[in-house]
């Protein structure tokens, strides 16, 4: 059992995926399904992203009637690698030898869902309903489970496997997510000949940027400044500046109201330095709250626990597919599946977690049979 689920991530790990072009991991995934004889399908999804692939979705054969049918997601694609990937197990963890991501970040949720239907498959274990999807451009903004016609699905709730802590934690809620996007517009000028004559977007940027409320804002709320561009060159007065601000948090009055913040101390920076600015709000995403005693939760505590793992309920900064689920009607729990690092050269997994995630997901299955199914 080890040796399968691992061999089968690092097979996974070494297909580069970043966002966009998932063509040959979306490959992967489908030839394994239909060796196991499934069905799988690929939406229209890929053209409308744009990508090279669109998402996968395969519903398992054999569900019982009673129980809860459920969905289990992850994503195909990865942050660009800045290299090769080639996973090394040594000490009982898997890292990248080569000095870039790994991408456990999200295959290592792959694994655990393609070796968990490889079972229920090979074992004919029962079920009321497994589908699984795999989504694309997760990475960048959600894009693939944007476009998911969960309408299509049997599922009545879900899980996605996409949060980087010890497994057990069972996220209970994720942040709304905006992004504040300005241009300040002046006028350029000879900052040597005729600097009066100048009026800089970079100044007013600057002021703007200066006053701002960032970092943690308070414990369900942050904002920041990721991105200023502005300038051609050092001797003229720069007559445009562009900046790129996110704001999430779990209170979206909080939110909306840090944003209408921003955009007066905006307007009033650009009123001081002469200059106009244009804005754009965009919504990436809408934020999603459980209780502990959901069916969603409550599954996933009982899965947790035959496993003999202890679960932990909190919330998360980060968002993940979970957040589109949640906005388009289908209950989703995100969970943890112990990667570590990820983003980073540093990224790893443990192989006992490889393990456990395959467990764990058989346990969702069980858990989800035996519930009644007007909890659901």
Do not use: W
Not at 105 to 119: F, I, P, T, V
Not at 172 to 191: C, D, K, V
Not at 306 to 325: H, M, Q, R, V, Y
């Amino acid at each position: 059992m080890p040796c399968r689920v691992v061999t089968l991530f690092c097979e996974l790990a070494r297909v580069p995926s970043p966002s966009g072009k998932e063509r040959a991991a979306a490959n992967y995934v489908l030839a394994y399904l239909r060796g196991l004889g499934l069905d799988p399908h690929e939406d229209g999804s890929a053209p409308l992203i744009p990508g090279e692939a669109g998402n996968i979705i395969c519903r398992l054969p054999g569900a019982q009637s009673g129980g809860v049918p459920i969905m289990l997601c992850s994503h195909l694609d990865t942050v660009p690698p800045q290299g090769s990937i080639e996973p090394l197990a040594e000490g009982g963890i898997v890292r990248n030898s080569a000095g870039t991501i790994l991408g456990a970040d999200n295959k290592s949720a792959l694994a655990a869902m393609l070796e968990a239907a490889r079972r229920i498959v090979k074992e004919h274990r029962p079920h009321a309903g497994v589908e699984l999807v795999f989504t694309v451009m997760e990475e960048v903004g959600l894009q693939g489970a944007k476009l998911l016609d969960l309408g299509s699905l049997e599922a009545k709730l879900g899980y996605v496997y996409d949060q980087a802590a010890p497994i057990g934690e069972i996220i209970l809620g994720a942040p709304y997510h905006r992004e504040l996007h300005a241009t300040f517009i002046g006028r350029a000028a000879h900052s040597g000949i005729a600097p009066e004559e100048g009026r800089s977007a970079i100044v007013a940027c600057a002021r703007a940027v200066g006053d701002f409320r960032l970092g943690r804002i308070d414990e369900e709320t942050t904002a920041n400044v990721g991105v200023v561009r502005g300038g051609q060159a050092r001797n003229i007065v720069p007559g445009l500046c562009e900046l790129e601000a996110e704001i999430r948090s779990h209170d979206e009055k909080k939110q909306l109201e840090l944003i209408e913040e921003m955009l007066e101390t905006i307007a009033f920076a650009a009123e001081q330095s002469e200059c106009r600015t244009e804005t754009k709000v965009i919504e990436i995403y809408r934020g999603y709250r459980f209780k502990a005693g959901d069916l969603p939760v409550v599954l996933a505590r009982k899965a947790l626990e035959s496993c003999g793992i202890e679960p932990k309920l909190g919330l998360t900064g980060g968002g993940a597919d979970a957040n589109i689920f949640n906005a388009g009607g289908l209950p989703c729990v995100n969970l943890s599946n112990g990667m570590a690092h990820i983003h980073s050269p540093e990224e790893e997994i443990a192989v006992d977690d490889l393990v456990r995630m395959v467990d764990v997901t058989l346990a969702l299955v069980d858990a989800a049979r035996s519930a009644e199914a007007e909890s659901s």
